[in-house]
């Protein structure tokens, strides 16, 4: 190229220029709206399609609706009213997203959400979510295994257990301004448990990127256990020797468990668990009774040989 040629990286043609000019005006409406507001404006990255197959793992019963998936959330970090997530999670910045990954590994480190995605193939993965709170649904989640996941790291001997964190940001998370839970919100898994395959993390449904309200980037799902246990918006993964603690048994330890798994014979203490509601069948639809490990007992029973499931809720 000759010196008195313009470098392609000067010009400025008009196209170019309007969307900058564009792009400015939006970047100060949004600071704008945060200093009113005191929050990022609505941040919320756009759905996008996916490349998945489908997962052998699949449940044959009929998913939700993409609307009662969507609108029908627990995600305490947008309040506690179940309609709060699909109002107030626009706020969630989810991209750039970072994982960091620690304790007892070989590859401990920050990775950006594209790194650990990169090798996995996504699956369409169709699982009963069984809530605490005696209700179900059904969904078609999108997600590759954890186990896959966790190998890549090399955890060492002394790794017994995986511990889960979600964002602590109150200024994105409202919801985390009032000590209704421990924040961030923790979880936790044996090693067993989260080498299962059953055992996924999730990054959409219906073949879509995760809406924020169901725990967009990067959420697990254990079909076997209460939906408590499947933490949204996962920022760190550490192994470790000792149980993590879990943001549910810190603020209840009588009422919630570290194993947390579906059992019509261990009622809650305020309810029973012996049967749940199935979401979008109707109020007046009578309430179907809970299966033992949510219906996953040939799979996942062994787990537990000699662990007094009554003690060990
Ligand atoms: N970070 C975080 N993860 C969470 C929760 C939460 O409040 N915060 N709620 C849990 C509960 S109680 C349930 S039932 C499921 C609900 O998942 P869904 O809204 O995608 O159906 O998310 C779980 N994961
Ligand atoms: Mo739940």
Excluded at 122 to 133: F, K, M, S
Excluded at 206 to 226: D, E, H, S
Excluded at 256 to 265: I, K, L, T, W
């Amino acid at each position: 190229m000759k010196s008195n040629q313009i470098k392609p990286s000067e010009i400025t043609d008009e196209s170019v220029y309007l969307k900058r000019r564009e792009f400015l005006q939006l970047t100060g409406a949004a600071s704008l709206g945060a200093t009113l507001t005191g929050l990022p404006d609505r941040a919320t990255a756009e759905i996008k399609n996916l490349n998945t197959i489908a997962s052998k793992y699949s449940t044959s019963q009929t998913p939700n609706s993409w609307k009662d998936i969507t609108t029908y959330n627990n995600f305490y970090e947008f309040g506690l009213g179940k309609d709060d997530p699909e109002r107030y999670a626009s706020s969630l910045i989810t991209d750039p997203w970072k994982v960091t990954i620690s304790g007892e590994c070989d590859k401990p480190g920050d990775y950006l959400l594209e790194d650990i995605l990169a090798p996995h193939q996504l699956e369409d993965r169709i699982y009963r979510l069984r809530c605490v709170e005696a209700w179900s649904m059904v969904v078609p989640w999108v997600g590759f295994s954890l186990a896959d996941l966790l190998k890549r790291f090399k955890p060492n001997s002394k790794a017994k257990y995986v511990a889960f964190k979600t964002l602590h940001d109150p200024m994105q998370m409202p919801g985390q301004r009032r000590r209704v839970l421990r924040w961030p919100y923790r979880e936790g898994l044996t090693m067993s448990e989260a080498m299962h395959p059953l055992t996924i993390l999730a990054v959409g449904l219906y073949g879509k990127t995760l809406p924020n309200q169901n725990g967009a980037p990067l959420r697990l799902v254990v079909p076997w256990k209460y939906g408590f246990k499947s933490i949204k918006s996962i920022i760190e993964i550490s192994f470790s020797k000792k149980q993590p603690r879990t943001s549910w048994e810190m603020s209840a330890p009588r009422e919630y468990g570290f194993y947390a798994n579906v059992n019509p014979e261990v009622d809650h203490p305020r309810w029973s668990q012996a049967r749940e509601r199935a979401i979008g069948k109707g109020l007046f639809t009578a309430k179907q009774p809970t299966l033992m490990f949510n219906g996953y007992s040939d799979e996942v029973a062994s787990l537990y040989s000699g662990l007094d499931l009554r003690r060990n809720y």
